[in-house]
Each structure stands twice: as C-alpha cells, then as structure tokens.
C-alpha cells in the first residue's frame, strides 16, 4: 500500500512550493475537478433561487431551495461519507458527478413545478458527501509530506474563490435566463467526470471485503477514531471552535450593513464587502502562511493564529462603520486560513488508511452544523440586544474558548508520533483488518508503541 506520508519529520522538511503540487498531473486533474464542480455548484444555488422565486413568488420556498443544498450533510454526512471508503475512489468521484449532471439537466427543464425542483436539488445534493469525502481521501495518495498541506491550502483557496466567482456568475446568468446557469452546472459536472476518470490512477478500496462490518458500524468507527485519538481530537477540537465564530460576520452581513446605511445601494455594498471580506482574507492567510512558512513553524504559529482569529473581532462590539467591519472580518479570515489548512493537512496525516473518508464525513458535518448554529444563535441573539454588540461579546467568548484551545494543544513530538503511527498502521492495514474497530485494537498500538503519545 503506498505511505501517505513523507519519510522526513516534519520539522526537517522544507516548505512545499506551487511547483511541487501542481508538477503532479494528478493533483492538477483533481484540483481543476474540484474547481469546476464548486464554481458549478455554487452557480446552481444562485440559479435555483432565482428559478424557485420565479415559479411560486414565495421567498420562502426560494430560501429552502438554497437550504436544500445543505441537508446532505446535516442528515447523513458521515453515513453517506463511509460509502466512499467501500469502492474505487475514482469511480465513486466519476459516478457522483453523472449523477449530478443528469439531475441538473433535468432541474433546468422547462416547466418543472417548485417541489420537483426541491426534491431534485436535494437528490443532487446527496452525492456531495460521497465525492468531497474520495476527493479528500485520495490526496494523501498522489502528495506526501508537506505537499499535503500545501495541497489542502491551494485547493481550499481555490474553494473560496469559487463561491465569490460562482455567486456572481449564477446571479448574473439567472436574472437572464436561470435554465441557462443550471446547464452551465450539469455542464462542469461532465468536464469534472471526465479530468477524473482520464486523469487519475484507478487504485483499490481502501476497505476490502475483509473490513466491512454494517455501514451504521463502519460510520461509527469514523466517529470513534476522531474523538478518542488525543491528537485527531485535538484538531477537531480546533478547527471546530474556529468554524463557532468566523462565520458570524458573514452570516449577519446583511441585518448588519442595513442597520448601518439605513438600506437601499449603499446596503448592498456594505453587505458585499462584509460577506467577500472572510474569503479573500482566509485566502490571502492560507497562501501566505503555507508558501512563507516551513513545517515546523506552522506548528508553533497554530495556537497564535487560533487566538488571534476571534480576537481580532471582538471591536466590533464598537459599532465601526462597514468598512472597518469588512477588515475586521478579513483579518479574521487571513488567521483562519493560515489555521485550517494546515490543521487539515495534520489531520489528513495522522489518519490511517481506510478511515479517511469516513473521519472526513464527521468533519465536514460538524463543521456544516456548527456554523449553521453558530448564525442562527447570534442572529437571535441580535434581535435583543444589536449585532455589534452580540458580534463583539460571541467572539470575546471565542478568544477564551481558543485560549483553552491552545493550552491544550498536543506538543509537536506528540503529532509527530501520531503521524508515524498512522503511517505504520496503514502500511498493516491489509494484512491485519481491524476486528472491533479503530477504538480498542488502534488505541492499544499507539500505547504499546508511542508512550508518550498523550496530549
């Protein structure tokens, strides 16, 4: 089975260039996959909005189409997810974007009634899970070591991108013609099946018939190997707390830039600027501290960064103009985007082989759950007591959150032997299947062979 690490430690390694990613024909068929799904996607739900207002008149239904998109992963993440680790990682990819097309094809059919386009939505949602968690397992296959991190960070940009590009596409094309930008989706569908399939190695399952149990227990498993590994947990910890705040800014954009400009344009501008700040900051972060930083001070920048992404939020409590809310949440997007990457790409390492897919599930619904909370309670909050007020108070609450984060962030020998061992436990995987699961049987090899592997 190949290592899905480098053999240096990472403390020795060198920073990742562009050039050591993007030199890999792999890693650019996966990232032009990724980029022309997420700028389609994104399109579409700008596109089904416009389409579902149209239909009904009803802001309610057009608000649920949007929504639609997200109940995938709050229903049935991690389950659908563990389909992933059961077959080919490039067939479950080619299969989820055919799905897709097809049934954004016929969404954009004329004449099609408002529940029939929500029930389609939802059904084309329900291959997400399933692709981002391959996509996402696949990586540690074509890079190693820090490439990994730099990797995750360009793709993750990329992701950033996408959504301001395919907001802005989908709005402009929808106002014309929505059947139009629904096309344009099943259309990059298509184009992503085919990078794939034409552009990447066909490797085994991760999990052979010898692995499987029940899919309910196989989901389990994910859940367990997240949050009764110290260093996993650690790191789900992490990225969790930081997904609690940073949304905030962008989640009440528009109550905020309205309470400010009294409406109308200058609204609209302020919420623009709010909501495309987070983004372009966390890309501009994810960038800078992958390319200008090497491995080991990423690790000791990680509990600096993670402070500093609340900290830098809580004068917002102030009432500053839009202008200064906009950096406000671009700074908090840079310290977040210099934070998750790199704490994803330490994840991804730390995983044995076989549990990639099913451990991304977890985090990719809990991190779609808190954030989804995390506006719903500031935003009642809001109605009482005012946004700034509740904004500056939120992530004052975070900075004490991430403090304790911090303190108890895993020392670098500790992530170290984390790796290792999940290095040695993928390179065994096929010859000694797990019999009860990551929790008991991966516990105690990690004791008997990394003592001091504790956080």
């Known amino acids: 089975m190949e290592a899905t690490v480098s053999d240096q430690r990472p403390a020795q390694e060198s920073p990742a260039t562009f050039r050591d990613v993007f030199g890999q024909p792999e890693f650019r068929a996966l990232f032009a996959a990724n980029v022309l799904s997420w700028v389609g996607d994104y399109l579409a739900k700008a596109a089904v909005t416009v389409l579902v207002l149209r239909e009904t008149q009803s802001v309610a239904l057009s608000a649920a189409a949007f929504a639609a998109s997200y109940l995938p992963w709050l229903i049935g993440g991690p389950l659908l997810s563990a389909l992933a680790e059961r077959h080919r990682y490039r067939r479950v990819m080619v299969l989820c974007d055919l799905i897709r097309m097809a049934l954004m094809v ?229 310290a977040v985007g210099g934070l998750v990457p790199v704490a994803n790409g330490l994840f991804v390492q730390a995983l044995p082989d076989g549990y990639r897919a099913r451990a991304f599930g977890v985090m990719a619904s809990g991190t779609q759950i808190i954030q989804g909370a995390s506006v719903l309670a500031t935003g009642a909050l809001a109605e009482r007591f005012g946004i700034p007020t509740v904004v500056g108070l939120w992530s004052a609450a975070g900075v004490l959150l991430m403090l304790g984060t911090a303190i108890t962030w895993p020392r670098p020998a500790t992530i170290e032997a984390a790796v290792e061992s999940a290095r040695a436990e993928s390179a065994t995987l096929g010859a000694h299947p797990p019999q009860r699961g990551p929790a008991a049987g991966d516990r105690g090899r990690e004791h008997g062979r990394h003592r001091h592997a504790v956080t």
Not at 222 to 229: H, K, L, N, P, S
Request: net charge positive.
């Open 106 to 334: 016929l969404v954009a059919m004329p004449f099609m009634p408002a529940w029939s386009i929500l029930a389609l939505v939802f059904l084309a949602t329900l291959a997400n899970p399933p692709s981002q968690a391959a996509r996402s397992a696949l990586l540690p296959h074509i890079l190693t070591g820090d490439r990994v991190v730099m990797g995750l960070t360009v793709t993750t940009s990329a992701g950033q991108a996408a959504q301001v590009v395919g907001y802005l596409a989908g709005a402009a094309i929808a106002v014309l013609n929505p059947s139009t930008a629904l096309l344009i989706n099943a259309g990059t569908f298509a184009a992503s099946a085919a990078l794939v399939r034409f552009g990447l190695r066909d490797r085994p399952p991760a999990m052979t018939e010898a692995h499987r149990s029940h899919l309910l227990r196989e989901t389990a498993q994910g859940f367990r190997i997240v949050f009764e590994r110290p260093v996993l947990r650690a790191i789900a910890v992490l990225v969790f707390s930081a997904m609690l705040f940073s949304i905030v800014p962008e989640g009440l954009a528009a109550g905020w830039a309205a309470d400010r400009t009294g409406g109308g344009v200058d609204a609209g501008a302020a919420q623009a600027g709010i909501m495309a700040a987070n983004p372009v900051g966390y890309v501009l972060g994810g960038l800078v501290i992958a390319r200008l930083t090497g491995p080991a001070r990423r690790l000791t920048l990680m509990p600096v960064l993670a402070v500093l992404a609340p900290a830098v939020l809580v004068p917002s409590i102030f009432d500053p103009p839009p202008a200064v809310v906009a950096l406000l949440a671009g700074a908090c997007g840079f």
